[in-house]
């Protein structure tokens, strides 16, 4: 955009859009007349930019850069539209004259005397991130009429639930339960071999009280072997 008195790139302001973080752009005054310009930068929301400069003088036949930083945004404007204008007035300024010459009478407008305006829109660029959490909150926004309208309320909604509490797992038995179930079978075989043992040793006792009144040496060595063996299980357990 282009005046008599400064030639201003580019024609609106674009701020590259992310929630939560600051965004930054910038705009150059150029002066191509043959004597001094004073400019002043104002915008409609003060709150959300910081101008650097908002106001100076550029020199004939120079450029000034001016950075314009945008406050972090906490919610996307609808449509990423943004409402909020800069607006830039410049003026004939004395030869020699610098920063601290400039007053707020200087942009007044007055008969006699040319005060030049530029408007410039701000606009949002979507980052990939900023675009990836509209698209999240569109999703969500337009699910949650969905579920009303068919009478789903988000207390009910399903919800996806991880693999460990949906399938049951079969716990593998600790080392002293694992030990406790062998000493048990152990127990089990030792009775059952008691008892074929009592068996067998009955009817040795017959026999030998048939034979001499008596008990034999094999007898008595399989009693003893008995209680060693049934002693050593009831101790284990």
Do not use: W
Not at 128 to 155: C, K, L, V, W, Y
């Amino acid at each position: 955009m282009s005046a008599s008195f400064l030639e201003i790139q580019p024609s609106e302001l674009a701020f590259p859009f992310e929630l939560l973080k600051q965004s930054s752009c910038s705009m150059q005054l150029t002066n191509k007349t043959d004597h001094y310009v004073a400019f002043k930068v104002k915008t409609t929301n003060p709150k959300q930019y910081c101008v650097r400069p908002n106001i100076g003088v550029v020199l004939p036949g120079s450029t000034c850069d001016v950075t314009v930083m945008m406050q972090a945004q906490r919610e996307a404007p609808p449509d990423m539209q943004c409402k909020d204008k800069f607006l830039v007035q410049s003026v004939a300024a004395e030869n020699g004259a610098t920063t601290q010459d400039i007053s707020a009478e200087m942009f007044n407008k007055v008969a006699g005397k040319k005060v030049e305006e530029f408007k410039l829109r701000v606009v949002y660029v979507p980052t990939t991130t900023s675009s990836a959490m509209r698209e999240d909150s569109e999703q969500g926004s337009s699910a949650r009429p969905f579920a009303q309208e068919n009478g789903i309320h988000n207390s009910t909604m399903p919800q996806p639930v991880s693999r460990s509490s949906a399938e049951p797992t079969k716990e593998r038995p600790t080392e002293p339960s694992s030990m406790i179930s062998k000493l048990n079978e152990e127990k089990r075989a030792a009775i059952q071999q008691n008892q074929k043992l009592r068996h067998e040793l009955e009817l040795l006792r017959k026999e030998s009280g048939k034979s001499n009144g008596g008990f034999s040496l094999t007898f008595l060595a399989i009693v003893g072997l008995l209680g060693i063996i049934v002693g050593y299980i009831l101790k284990k357990t």
